[in-house]
């Protein structure tokens, strides 16, 4: 076994684990950045990951993955950051346990992560909304569990993995109806719900049946569903849709278009930036900005109060006293 297996094994155990309590969300994606990279690598090499190096995941080893990220996997600038954070994490771990690589690590941290526009927001629309949901087929299991999952998911703006952990005893239906989550930062938070939304949600946790403390939307072998598979679902589902809404044969509709939705809801209906900030569980209000950025509305109000640029103007000249009109008047 090479220097890179222990110290890989020690970054998740002793670095990430121990030292800094890293929570489930940290660890889940810092590991599928390494399943990603040693097999990147070990297809570059015909290594085993076992029998890797330290110097063979080397700065240009390092682009060259970040680059295929990009371009064959269709990752976006975001994702690609993400990951050389979590590689910039272990290597900055491994510089302190393994000096003799300090040259090769030294270059690895020096990759900077690339800078990106930022694009304005996608949400739906309340007929879009509407058309999604109807393309779930009611007379399926599936589909009344997909159905419930976007629901839930357009109305509550939880993130992908925060649906994903839910549980029947997560969802409280009696007074005062809200769904408990735990979320990012370790923050828990309560959302409330819509009676539409206790509808649906109440026939189908009856309908589950299911030990509380089992997925709430669980596959068909009763696991818990994976983010591709939501993904994969919201694709089909948007297709089908499109012939009842025209607009979204345009648009990709993932899971994180559903939380925009949500904000976006709120944000019609006159909710302040801060409370949207609480529901959505941004760290900062500033985070919630991006919505105001993005509708079009709440632009168009405000030009509808300022007067028309093409209106003219009385430019004529008024004196400010009688004894200079007197002398205009000459």
């Not at 390092?62 to 600038?77: C, P, Q, T, W």
């Not at 569990?145 to 998911?153: T, W």
């Amino acid at each position: 076994m090479s220097a890179l297996a222990p110290t890989l094994q020690a970054f998740f155990t002793d670095r990430l684990i121990r030292q800094r309590n890293a929570s489930d969300h940290t660890i889940a994606a810092y590991r599928d950045t390494m399943r990603l990279l040693l097999g990147y690598v070990t297809a570059q090499t015909g290594t085993a990951p076992s029998r890797l190096d330290i110097d063979q995941l080397d700065a240009p080893m390092i682009g060259s993955f970040l680059d295929h990220l990009e371009h064959e996997r269709a990752n976006s600038v975001r994702t690609r950051n993400a990951r050389l954070s979590a590689i910039h994490s272990l290597f900055r771990y491994a510089a302190l346990t393994h000096p003799e690589h300090a040259d090769s690590i030294a270059r690895v941290l020096a990759i900077p992560p690339k800078r990106f526009d930022r694009a304005v927001i996608a949400y739906l629309t309340e007929d879009e909304v509407d058309a999604l949901l109807a393309a779930c087929d009611a007379g399926t299991w599936t589909g009344r569990r997909d159905h419930a999952l976007l629901l839930l998911a357009t109305q509550t703006g939880l993130r992908i993995s925060e649906l994903l952990a839910l549980t029947p005893h997560d969802v409280h239906l009696g007074a005062g109806p809200h769904v408990a989550c735990h979320g990012k930062g370790r923050k828990d938070r309560i959302t409330p719900l819509t009676q539409a939304t206790v509808t649906v949600l109440r026939a189908w946790i009856a309908e589950l049946g299911a030990d509380p403390d089992a997925p709430l939307f669980p596959s068909r072998r009763g696991t818990r569903l994976s983010r591709d598979a939501i993904e994969r679902r919201l694709a089909h589902y948007t297709t089908q849709a499109s012939s009842a809404s025209p607009s979204l044969r345009g648009k990709t509709v993932t899971a994180h278009v559903l939380r925009h939705t949500t904000a976006m809801r709120l944000l019609h209906a006159g909710v302040d930036t801060s409370v949207i900030a609480l529901w959505l569980g941004h760290v900062s209000v500033e985070t919630t900005q991006i919505y105001l950025h993005a509708d079009m509305t709440l632009k168009e109000k405000a030009l509808a109060r300022t007067s028309p640029p093409g209106r003219p103007r009385d430019s004529r000249y008024r004196p400010p006293d009688t004894l200079l009109a007197w002398l205009e008047a000459l």
